[in-house]
């Protein structure tokens, strides 16, 4: 015989529920309403967290309709499942999968409730909030990139009817990021005749003065380090006056021709066969003479977009200039990346027109050298 002094045993919630109408019930301790039906032979209780019983009709009613647009049997998939179901929709070419791959192993290692959640318990706020502590620092084309992926991740899961429509990830919670304005420190020429001066000038590092050659390269041809890199004698055809390149993200062949300055340049230091340059040390070695003489800080990328700048001053036509960088969208690229160059030039071009028409003649734009 129990004693007052016994502690009872709790009750279980089933055991204290009472129907009030089809599907619903209420506890009779606390009043609070819950929703119970059975669906493919298994009971399914849902807490609907009110003791009012209009809130606890609305509330039964969608989870009566969620029930009813999903499949019961998915209840139990995980996030690592639906991850798993992902790999195995995706297509394209290895370097597109490769990326899908990143995005998708990123999330996996910092997602902090972990891939073992049950997707139907997912908020669509932790999906955001993960952006947010991940993507705040991401460029708008990483950030969307990484958006687009895993709303084909998530929607998956809606497609399989594991959860309702419109499923976990919310586009009004993570909006696209807008493009950035990106302020690019390209050297003039005077500077980077005086970097150069300064690295061939260093008499106690030969390796430097050696990547001396391989950044005016860069700057002349207009080339990146990577194409730059691979770049043999053999690809230069002396004779018609061009370079063969072969963008290495791409494998796009293209070809760009033998400018003056660089035909002069390369002529003293032609070989027969052989990489023309060693350019893995040149991010250093540039960064390192630019801090030295008090400069911005100069990559081997400001020195294309050097080359690029002068061209688009000097009145090459936007397409040609993108069709030496072995692009094939027509130039759109070049125009949205230089567009402040572009819009001087236009700017500077029609004010020359203008003034020939009125018998002026204006000097047209040539800030740096060709």
């Not at 970097?195 to 050659?213: E, Q, S, T």
């Not at 060693?278 to 960064?287: E, P, V, W």
């Not at 960088?325 to 203008?354: C, F, P």
């Amino acid at each position: 015989m129990k004693t007052k002094h016994e502690p009872q045993k709790s009750r279980g919630t089933l055991a204290l529920l009472e129907k009030v109408a089809p599907n619903l019930y209420r506890n009779r301790e606390n009043l609070m309403y819950y929703g119970r039906r059975k669906i493919d032979g298994k009971r399914r209780l849902r807490a609907l967290e009110t003791a009012d019983r209009k809130v606890a009709d609305r509330k039964l009613a969608e989870w009566l309709k969620t029930l009813a647009e999903t499949d019961a049997s998915g209840a139990d998939l995980t996030l690592a499942g639906l991850f798993a179901r992902a790999r195995a929709t995706f297509t394209g070419k290895p370097n597109t999968l490769k990326f899908y791959e990143t995005i998708l192993r990123h999330f996996e290692n910092t997602f902090e409730r972990g891939m073992s959640v049950p997707v139907v318990k997912v908020r669509p706020s932790e999906i955001a909030a993960w952006f947010t502590k991940h993507g705040g620092h991401m460029r708008h084309l990483s950030f969307n990139g990484y958006r687009r992926v895993l709303a084909k991740v998530f929607w998956l899961a809606v497609v399989d009817r594991v959860i309702p429509a419109p499923g976990i990830f919310s586009k009004e919670l993570v909006p696209r990021k807008k493009k950035q304005d990106v302020v690019r420190n390209i050297p003039t020429a005077d500077q980077l005749a005086a970097i150069l001066g300064r690295i061939r000038g260093c008499k106690f590092n030969h390796g430097d003065a050696a990547g001396a050659d391989a950044i005016e390269f860069l700057a002349l041809a207009g080339m990146g380090t990577a194409e730059a890199a691979v770049l043999r004698w053999e690809d230069i055809d002396w004779t018609a006056g061009k370079i063969n390149v072969r963008r290495v993200k791409t494998q796009k062949a293209f070809t760009i021709p033998l400018f003056s300055n660089v035909r002069a340049f390369l002529e003293p230091r032609r070989k027969d066969s052989g990489k023309l340059f060693k350019t893995a040390r040149c991010h250093d070695i540039l960064t390192r003479a630019s801090a030295a003489l008090g400069f911005l800080h100069f990559t081997p990328r400001n020195l294309r977009s050097f080359r690029i700048v002068a061209q688009l001053d000097a009145g090459v036509d936007v397409k040609q200039v993108a069709e030496w960088q072995g692009h094939s969208d027509g130039g759109k690229l070049i125009m949205d990346t230089y567009s402040n160059v572009i819009r001087a030039n236009k700017n500077a071009y029609e004010a020359e027109q203008i003034a020939r028409a009125e018998g002026k003649i204006v000097r047209f734009q040539n800030s740096v050298a060709a």
